[in-house]
């Protein structure tokens, strides 16, 4: 499959640049302000397929891993929790252990908290993670969890970026609120949270930020990163 290959760039890379520290420092955050209500307007769509571009192997070398994968466009509708939302970032929402995502906020507000400017639009991909390749990464995930006594449900790698005359362009500045759907086999009456694993081993927790029993909405941060759902 063409989504995994993918999958693996991205694992490969937060693998290549995750370093653990020696004491990791989990500090609690509220986000920001994006919101969760969709909006009326294009039906969804897809755009031409993408390349994958080039990515760090495990071992700090530097290598072009040419592929491709669907992605959908700005404004498309997407099936997120038993609902419809309208995304306003273009990108490949390709994880498959949650009901859908999307990102919500307001698409001149986000270009403004990225930093972007002129033709940049921002640019997301997001798939599920590979624990054997990103493995330092759930090391982080892991010891956070049972710091807070939860218990993990699944685990996203989330590369949140831009893209300028169709090439991709990397951030390391801003945030947006992402909106995903639980798994089907969810508990519902549980409190759900997020731990984001950033490269150098720093470690937030993050509130959910809605009100429904179907969603998660937290920030996601500008970049690579890793978020592990917690159940508590």
Not at 41 to 46: M, N
Not at 92 to 112: D, I, M, N
Request: proline share 3%.
């Amino acid at each position: 499959m063409k989504s995994k290959k993918v999958q693996k760039v991205l694992a490969f890379t937060l693998a290549a640049t995750m370093m653990l520290a020696s004491a990791v420092t989990v500090s609690a955050s509220s986000g920001g302000s994006a919101g969760v209500t969709g909006s009326a307007g294009s039906a969804g769509a897809v755009e031409s397929t993408e390349s994958a571009g080039s990515s760090e192997s495990s071992d700090g070398g530097s290598g072009s891993v040419e592929e491709t994968v669907e992605t959908f466009v700005s404004g498309a509708k997407l099936a997120v929790g038993g609902r419809t939302l309208q995304t306003t970032v273009a990108g490949a929402y390709a994880a498959k252990s949650v009901a859908g995502a999307a990102v919500t906020a307001p698409l001149a507000e986000l270009k403004a908290s990225l930093g972007l400017t002129g033709s940049q639009t921002p640019y997301i991909m997001l798939f599920d993670t590979d624990p054997k390749k990103s493995n330092l990464a759930m090391s982080c995930v892991n010891a956070a969890v049972d710091a807070l006594g939860g218990s993990l449900v699944t685990t996203l790698n989330v590369d949140l970026g831009a893209k300028e005359n169709g090439k991709r362009v990397a951030l390391s500045n801003g945030s947006t609120g992402l909106v995903i759907g639980l798994p089907k086999n969810a508990n519902t009456s549980k409190t759900y949270s997020v731990v984001c694993v950033q490269p150098g081993g720093v470690v937030t927790i993050l509130q959910d930020q809605d009100s429904s029993p179907a969603t998660v909405t937290f920030e996601i941060k500008a970049g690579l990163g890793t978020y592990g759902i917690v159940a508590k």
